[in-house]
């Protein structure tokens, strides 16, 4: 699948297991960086953004490969530009798990239909003493 942020086309597939291995790795550790550096005292405002931008850009180097931010971003430190690139991976991420529940979901729905016709089918066959010997 392919994902289109700041006219830059990312090729990831997240119904692959290496690839999702990736992913979730460093999402995660996105998550936890963020999460700590939360807890710093940064000198400046410019400097918090800094911070943020630095790691948004380890997770999409992490992600999508090295020079990835480069590309996105160009060198610039602009955090809601870092933020709105994470937003879209976790839209598209979303989307991708939405379609496999929705046809895991289907087909779960059809072997539960197919037992419960099968079920139906045996109560009703014994109760009109079909397949009992008399």
């Known amino acids: 699948m392919e994902l ?3 006219n830059v086309k990312l090729e990831g597939d ?3 297991a290496d690839f999702m291995e990736k992913f979730e790795t460093a999402m995660i550790k996105m998550r936890d960086t963020a999460q700590q550096k939360r807890g710093e005292n940064f ?3 410019a400097a918090n953004y800094r911070a943020q931008c630095e790691v948004v850009n380890v997770c ?3 992600i ?5 931010a480069a590309k996105l971003f160009g060198g610039k430190m602009n955090v809601m530009e870092h933020l709105k690139a994470i937003e879209k991976v976790s839209e598209w991420a979303a989307g991708e ?6 046809f895991t979901n289907r087909y779960t729905q059809r072997q539960q239909n197919a037992v419960r016709n099968m ?3 045996q109560f009703v066959s014994q109760k009109h003493g079909k397949g009992k010997k008399h």
């Open 43 to 45: 000198p400046t405002a």
């Open 14 to 16: 997240l119904m692959d």
């Open 60 to 62: 999409f180097d992490e």
């Open 97 to 102: 798990r939405k379609t496999l529940n929705d």
């Open 4 to 6: 289109i942020i700041n």
């Open 119 to 121: 079920q139906t089918a």
């Open 64 to 68: 999508f490969g090295a020079g990835t």
